[in-house]
């Protein structure tokens, strides 16, 4: 009778754990995310935007941007950031004005000096942006190429700007880097 009663208890116990849903741990097939490890801190903002612009997205990268200036306020380096997606975005004008804002509070940054010359190359402002990019050049000591040759074109622009060969030349941005930009003719 004890055999009996070991052996029915047994199978009720093996009965009521194939009636759990997991056990301890959870199940493969359940659709529901894992919880989220709030103990660990997030990835800055400012990170995360260099990251969406690199891939293109400078909406989304003015978003993760919003993030960082929530936690650090607005920074020199922030404006340069937000400014350098707008030249993403081809907002030119608000472009302009936070890399130049930026440019007041830290004036010793040669890539936001690099971004305020292409931006003002393409608006056509080409004596200010050889003046900018002598600028960018000079912090730089000449190490970045993409500001070299952003110098070259402004300085060739400036030299001869009443030619015309009657061919319109397009040019393009061109990112380099994390945060700077080359002014490239387009074949």
């Known amino acids: 009778m004890t055999t009996l009663r070991a052996s029915a208890l047994v199978i009720l116990l093996l009965s009521l754990a194939a009636c759990s849903s997991g056990g301890l741990g959870t199940s493969d097939d359940n659709?529901?995310?894992p919880?989220?490890?709030?103990?660990?801190?997030?990835?800055?903002?400012?990170?995360?935007?260099?990251?969406?612009m690199e891939a293109g997205e400078y909406e989304l990268a003015l978003d993760a941007f919003a993030?960082?200036?929530?936690?650090?306020?607005?920074?020199?380096?922030?404006?340069?950031?937000v400014?350098?997606?707008?030249?993403?975005?081809?907002?030119?004008?608000?472009?302009?004005?936070?890399?130049?804002?930026?440019?007041k509070e830290?004036?010793?940054?040669?890539?936001?000096?690099?971004?305020?010359g292409v931006v003002l190359m393409e608006k056509g402002e080409l004596p200010e942006a050889e003046l900018v990019?002598?600028?960018?050049?000079?912090?730089?000591?000449?190490?970045s190429d993409s500001i070299r040759d952003n110098l070259r074109l402004a300085l060739a622009k400036s030299e001869n700007p009443g030619y015309d060969d009657?061919?319109?030349?397009d040019y393009k941005l061109v990112r380099r880097g994390s945060s700077d930009y080359l002014i490239r003719q387009t074949p």
């Not at 993030?67 to 950031?81: C, F, S």
């Open 166 to 169: 009657g061919k319109t030349q």
């Open 31 to 33: 659709p529901f995310a």
């Open 106 to 116: 830290g004036p010793d940054h040669p890539e936001t000096w690099n971004n305020l």
């Open 83 to 103: 400014g350098t997606a707008y030249i993403g975005l081809g907002r030119l004008g608000q472009a302009e004005t936070l890399l130049r804002e930026s440019l």
């Open 35 to 52: 919880p989220v490890d709030t103990s660990k801190e997030a990835v800055d903002g400012l990170v995360v935007g260099w990251r969406l």
């Open 133 to 143: 990019f002598r600028k960018a050049y000079a912090l730089d000591n000449g190490e």
């Open 67 to 81: 993030r960082h200036a929530v936690d650090h306020g607005t920074t020199p380096e922030l404006k340069a950031a």
